[in-house]
Each structure stands twice: as C-alpha cells, then as structure tokens.
C-alpha cells in the first residue's frame, strides 16, 4: 500500500508527500527493529534468570553436600583416633572389644564430593555466559568453577587408601555383614550415616579379631596416614564451604540490584 502511494506521489511530483512516505516507512522499518531486539533481550532476560536460579539451586546442594561430609568425616575421624589409641595404649572403646572392632572398620569409610557444576558447564559448552549480563558475577562464577574443589582437596577424595584395604581384608565376613545392615545408613544418594549397633560376635572372638588387626605391621601406620588425611580433608572442604557461601551471598547482591 505504502509503495503505490509512493508511485502515485512520484508521477504527480508530489516531493513533499513522497518525503513523508519514505520517512514513515524509515520509522517504521526502526521500530519494528527495535521491538524485534526488545524482544530477544527480554527473552535473553528471562533466560538468565532461569540459568542463575538453577546456579543458586547447585550451589545450595553443594552446601548441604559438605556440610554433611564434614559430619561424616569428622565421625570417621573419631573412630580412627580411637583405634589407633587402641593399638597404641590398649584402651577399648567403652571397655568394649566389639565396639573397638567397629571403630577400625568405620575408620576405613569414604564419601567422595565434586561441586555441582552441571549449570554452569550447560552455559559455558553452549557459548552463552554472555547471558549474564553483569560482567563482576560472571566473572566470580568462571573463577569458583575453575577452582572447583582445589588440587588438594581433590587429591585426598580421589585416594583408595591403603588402610581399607588391609583392615576389610582382615575383618571377618560376619562383621563386615553386620556393619552394612546396622552399623551405616543411606536414605539416598546425598545422606550417609555411621551408625552405633549391636555386636554379631562374642566380646572373646572380637577380641580375636582385634589382635589379627594388629598383627599387620603396616596396619597401624597406614591408618595413621588415612586419618590424617581425613583430618586435613575436613579442614580444606571448610575453604569450599565458605567459597560457596560467598557465592551465594554475591549472587543474592546481583540479584537485588
């Protein structure tokens, strides 16, 4: 419609009204433009929002994730240092030989942890960090993924100690079966608990089975070596926790700007 009237407008030479039809459709040819780009940088909006909600949602089970590592460890810990106080002093643990047997079995558990990244590599494979507009955020979660859990770290979750081998090699089938059925706990795939339980044997026969342990002569110092790793485990993964803290704490800020 627009270009017959701009014919019309020519064979009358009426310079005027063609002047106002180009410019009318020159504006609206911008407009339609810009709504277009309006549009993709709303949908582009929207996106962002989408991708930084699941961030927030990864970066909230990675802190539920080590916090109940750092239980668990920690228990681990205990009954390391109550075995090895065992092999070294000959003290019980409670006056019991049995409770002292499952104190050198829990002390060989793992529980490996790796951050969440699943949202953040989605973003980074596809090309399209740039949908977070604000460069300082976007920089903070390159730097935190980058650094994942530290060499250290994964250093020590990556170990199979040599401790769990010798000492399940050494515990009896009946223990071992006894431990898997009351002595630890997995409700899911993100809980694991150590738990206190009943004795299948004779305190005679776990005494029995206490001095087999101590019959290896690398036993004693490989759990000192595994329970120390532990420990400095427990004191690395409070540097994540507060990294994740933080995380989350500069993205609560970007949000509410």
């Not at 990864?58 to 590592?69: E, F, G």
Request: one cysteine or more; proline letters at 2%.
């Amino acid at each position: 419609m627009i270009l017959r009237r701009v014919i019309q407008h020519v064979k009358k030479q009426e310079w005027t009204a063609i002047w106002m039809d180009l410019v009318i459709v020159v504006v609206g040819v911008f407009i339609g433009i810009q709504v277009s780009n309006w549009n993709a940088a709303r949908t582009d909006e929207v996106r962002a929002k989408a991708y930084l909600a699941r961030i927030e949602g990864n970066l909230n089970t990675d802190l539920q994730a080590i916090q109940r590592r750092e239980v668990f460890w920690r228990q681990v810990i205990d009954y390391g240092n109550s075995a090895i106080r065992y092999a070294e002093t000959g003290e019980l643990v409670d006056g019991s030989a049995w409770k002292t047997v499952l104190a050198f079995y829990q002390a060989s558990q793992l529980w490996q942890w790796a951050s969440n990244d699943t949202t953040y590599q989605e973003l980074s494979n596809g090309g399209e960090l740039g949908l977070i507009k604000d460069g300082s955020l976007r920089d903070a979660l390159t730097q935190y993924y980058a650094e994942g859990t530290g060499d250290d770290l994964d250093y020590i979750l990556s170990m199979q100690p040599e401790y769990r081998k010798i000492v399940r090699g050494l515990t009896p089938v009946v223990v071992s079966n006894q431990v898997w059925a009351k002595c630890w706990k997995l409700p899911n795939a993100y809980e694991q608990y150590l738990l206190d339980c009943e004795s299948p044997m004779s305190e005679a026969d776990a005494q029995i089975v206490l001095d087999n342990y101590l019959k290896d002569p690398s036993l004693l110092s490989e759990l000192r070596f595994w329970n120390t790793n532990q420990d400095v485990a427990v004191k690395l993964i409070a540097n994540n926790k507060s990294a994740v803290a933080a995380m989350l704490k500069r993205m609560e800020m970007a949000t509410n700007k």
